[in-house]
Each structure stands twice: as structure tokens, then as C-alpha cells.
């Protein structure tokens, strides 16, 4: 994602407001993504796409040692310095960088565990992210993926499920997310050319809490995937 289409301003605000407690990114991705996650206890953490802080506030929480945010928009790294105010210094770290370009400012074998949660599928460069964070992790470090669902993207956009072009998704306020559509072939033929074992898939529902706050979204997890969710090895 170039700096220049990143969720800047007002956009990044609503998009960090609604992060906080939607049924998409609160009740059913970040879940996911926790529990792809494991014991995070004493891991060094890459976040690519960090967006507000949310998940790595949580990793902190579980006993990270330490979390690298890098992020392209200046309004969500605001609003994740908020929300990591209470960490002690040396425990976090906040880049603002365009993930479309190399990371020369993370050390080789410097990460246990990265993540790119709802980041990849805006990116156009990502066999060059994928090699630097293979890079930058550990061997047999982890990398932890989420993208939208293939299907979902079909779904809710039509034409050819094999079409893989870029569409806009409103998120509210007249502002809309960015991105491009990918088939299952393309995202783990991606993956596995770049040198990462699969270890875990998912197509995670909304948790309960989702039912209290927003039934209708709830219910439409348990119709339909709306993510996908990896961990993998470096292999």
C-alpha cells in the first residue's frame, strides 16, 4: 500500500473508531489472528499494516517482548501511539513507511513472529514484502496473514471469480478502502513461491460478542467467509 493511498486524516480516524469494536475487525479477523497466534510470550514482533495499534497493543499484553509497528498512514500511527502510551519504553517501536518499499531499517533475523493483517491484499509489490520479511524473521519464524476472502470479494462484487483487479469497498463517510481482488491460487501460490510452509488456514466467524453489538454482521459470518486467515513458516 503506497503511502499515498494509506488511510490518512479523517479517514484513518473512522477507520481506527470502527477497528475498536466492529464485528469485521474486532469480533471476527482480530480473534483470528490472536488465536493463529498462539503463547506470544517473550517474541520479538513485526507488524506490517498496523494500522492502530489494536493488535499489537494485545500482543504487548500477552507477554510480547517487544512489537515493531510500521504503518503508511501518520493518523493511524497516531492513534496506535494513544492506544501504546501505557507501554514502557523499548517495548514498541512505530515506522511510518511505504510497505510498496523495502524495510532497510529492520535488521536481518530481528523478528519470531510477523504479521500482515488486512495489509497484503493492498500492496502491489508483495513478492519484494514477502522477501523482506522473510528476511527479517528468524528462521522458523512465523508470519501470520489476513486478506479478504476470495469468495467474499466475488460475492459481493460479481463478475468473474477469477478477475483479479482492484475495487473500492465504502467503509462510511464517503471514504473507501482500496485494494485488490485475488483468487486462493494466486495468494497461496504467493506464499509458497516465496518460501513459506502453510501451517494453519482459517475462516474465522464472528466471535459472540459480535452477536450483542451487530446481529446482522454476526449472522453474515456464519453464511459466508469474509477472511482468511494463515499462519505460516519460514521455511
Not at 462510511?172 to 483468487?183: D, I
Not at 504467493?190 to 466467524?205: D, F, H, I, S, V
Request: aromatic letters at 6%.
Amino acid at each position: 500500500m503506497r503511502a499515498a493511498t494509506a488511510y490518512h486524516g479523517e479517514m484513518g480516524r473512522l477507520f481506527a473508531a470502527q477497528a475498536t469494536d466492529s464485528a469485521y475487525n474486532a469480533h471476527t479477523e482480530r480473534p483470528a489472528m490472536l488465536g493463529l497466534a498462539g503463547d506470544v510470550r517473550g517474541l520479538d514482533v513485526l507488524d506490517l499494516g498496523c494500522g492502530a495499534g489494536h493488535l499489537a497493543a494485545e500482543l504487548l499484553r500477552r507477554g510480547a517482548a517487544r512489537v515493531v509497528g510500521v504503518d503508511g498512514s501518520e493518523s493511524l500511527l497516531d492513534a496506535a501511539r494513544d492506544r501504546l502510551a501505557h507501554v514502557p519504553a523499548g517495548h514498541h517501536e512505530l515506522h511510518l513507511h511505504d510497505l510498496e518499499e523495502p524495510l532497510p531499517f529492520l535488521p536481518d533475523g530481528s523478528a519470531d513472529l510477523a504479521v500482515l493483517g488486512l495489509v497484503y491484499h493492498h500492496v502491489e509489490a508483495r513478492g519484494r514484502l514477502l522477501g523482506e520479511v522473510r528476511r527479517v524473521l528468524r528462521p522458523g519464524g512465523a508470519l501470520l496473514l489476513s486478506v479478504t476472502h476470495p469468495t467474499s470479494d466475488w460475492t459481493h462484487f460479481g463478475g468473474s471469480y477469477f478477475t483479479e483487479d482492484r475495487v473500492d469497498l465504502p467503509i462510511g463517510g464517503g471514504f473507501a478502502l482500496t485494494y485488490r481482488r485475488m483468487t486462493l491460487e494466486t495468494l497461496l501460490g504467493e506464499l509458497l513461491g516465496a518460501g513459506y510452509a502453510l501451517e494453519r488456514l482459517t475462516e474465522p466467524r464472528a466471535t459472540e460478542e459480535a452477536a450483542r453489538t451487530d446481529p446482522r454482521r454476526y449472522e453474515k459470518t456464519r453464511q459466508q467467509p469474509m477472511f482468511l486467515c494463515l499462519r505460516l513458516r519460514r521455511a
